[in-house]
């Protein structure tokens, strides 16, 4: 069944999804083009002195990081070139949203769009490259490729892997094609052993390992190589400071009544939408003074007045800022669903979440999980529950500093998963 529903997918699936592409590319438009396009040009970007004859000659190592899972990949990218310093290191992506982090990712030496997931594109890609080893982060693996690497004696392994039980590959139809593309792999690493109790139905022939999850390595490296932030602002230890990230409108038609209600009370409130264009801001700054509150912008302050709700207008200083904060809200899971909790968590932050928050496994997983006042990640439904729980944790400030260093050490027991993976396929480097 597994081989059936394969060949079905091969020479079915991909040619008419192929073709319905091309059809349709004159006239779409954004990402999804320029999917196609870099697709269909084989793009690929050498950051390096050498041509490709010289990059294929040193067999680089070729991770597979289809677009947001490249912050996975990120610190399996860095511990490889501190190990094999003479390994060029090639990363492939499937979303164009990539392309920004792979430009600005020094250890990455090579980077390209992965071919079509057809035979004779996977072995002419393979073929041109010659890679030693072929890692996939966290999802994302290719039927086709997978087959074709194992008739290239090309190894390929899945770091950072996880199956809910709710998964769809692991049901219906597509558990056949999940099952036949997994065994093609040299050896997968979950992320926790209910993964890999999860991946039990399938019946699975590929050896199966627990190693954790790489993505908290990153946020740990990031915690430990901060970004500079605007040292008049920040808080002083007496403030009680509750930061609200990646917000979007959903998320701020609900926290902003919660605030209102908590004028009386001293908080300080750092809030960080995900999307900081002009207009959105101007709307948020308008809905905050019609709730009689007063905002600024982190960009054009250099004091920031008790009172004030601070609006995050820059990007890429979300993971710094929790380091000021008591308490953090994740946005999004008042939209449809939630964004990472871990920056929050490795700062030391009880966390709190709206409804939407079933995509997010350490969300599900810490709400388990308590420290010495309460839950390490609490679901809230209303603008109620957010001024209560503000207010709950107000009265407890005084035992902020044994909260955050609890927490702290619980995600903490995530680290040094990178190191798992990679000493796991050292044998497999050391023999190609």
């Not at 320029?34 to 294929?56: H, P, Q």
């Not at 010495?372 to 503000?390: E, N």
Request: aromatic fraction near 10%.
């Amino acid at each position: 069944m597994n081989t059936l529903i394969f060949l079905f997918y091969k020479y079915v699936i991909v040619p008419l999804a192929f073709m319905l592409l091309q059809l349709t590319r004159p006239f779409l438009k954004g990402k999804l083009r320029e999917m196609i396009e870099d697709k269909n040009t084989g793009f690929y970007r050498i950051k390096i002195k050498g041509s490709e004859v010289e990059l294929a000659a040193a067999r680089p190592i070729w991770i597979h990081a289809a677009s947001g899972e490249i912050e996975y990949a990120r610190p399996v990218i860095r511990e490889l070139k501190k190990q094999y310093p003479y390994l060029p290191i090639m990363v492939t992506y499937s979303s164009p949203s990539a392309k920004k982090i792979l430009e600005s990712l020094h250890d990455v030496d090579l980077w390209c769009a992965l071919p079509w997931d057809i035979d004779f594109l996977m072995k002419r890609f393979i073929r041109k490259w010659n890679p030693r080893v072929l890692l996939f982060s966290r999802t994302d693996v290719w039927p086709v490729l997978v087959e074709v690497a194992k008739k290239e004696r090309l190894p390929a392994a899945l770091f950072s892997a996880t199956f809910a039980d709710n998964s769809s590959r692991l049901k219906g139809i597509t558990r056949y094609l999940t099952r036949y593309s997994l065994n093609h792999l040299s050896e997968i690493h979950c992320v926790s052993a209910e993964d890999i109790q999860n991946l039990d139905a399938l019946k699975l022939q590929v050896p199966l390992k627990v190693s954790g999850d790489t993505r908290f390595d990153q946020v740990f490296h990031r915690l430990e190589n901060p970004k500079a932030l605007k040292s008049s602002l920040m808080p002083s230890p007496e403030d009680f400071v509750f930061i609200a990230g990646s917000t979007w409108p959903e998320d701020e038609l609900v926290l902003l009544p919660a605030l209102e209600k908590l004028q009386g009370m001293y908080l300080r409130t750092i809030l960080a939408p995900h999307e900081t264009t002009a207009s959105h801001l101007e709307h948020l700054e308008n809905q905050i003074r019609a709730l009689g509150m007063k905002s600024v912008r982190y960009s054009q302050v250099d004091t920031w007045n008790p009172g004030d709700i601070l609006i995050i207008d820059q990007v890429g200083i979300l993971a710094e800022l929790y380091t000021w904060a008591d308490i953090a809200f994740i946005g999004g899971s008042f939209k449809k669903q939630v964004h990472s909790v871990m920056e929050a968590l490795a700062a030391g932050l009880p966390v709190m979440v709206g409804p939407f928050h079933r995509n997010n496994r350490e969300a599900l997983f810490y709400q388990k999980k308590t420290y010495s006042s309460g839950m390490v990640v609490q679901v809230v439904h209303t603008s109620a529950d957010v001024a209560v729980l503000l207010q709950r944790m107000k009265k407890q400030q005084d035992q902020s500093p044994h909260i955050k260093e609890e927490i702290r050490a619980e995600i903490g027991k995530n680290r040094h998963s990178t190191q798992r993976v990679l000493s796991s396929i050292e044998k497999v480097l050391s023999e190609n």
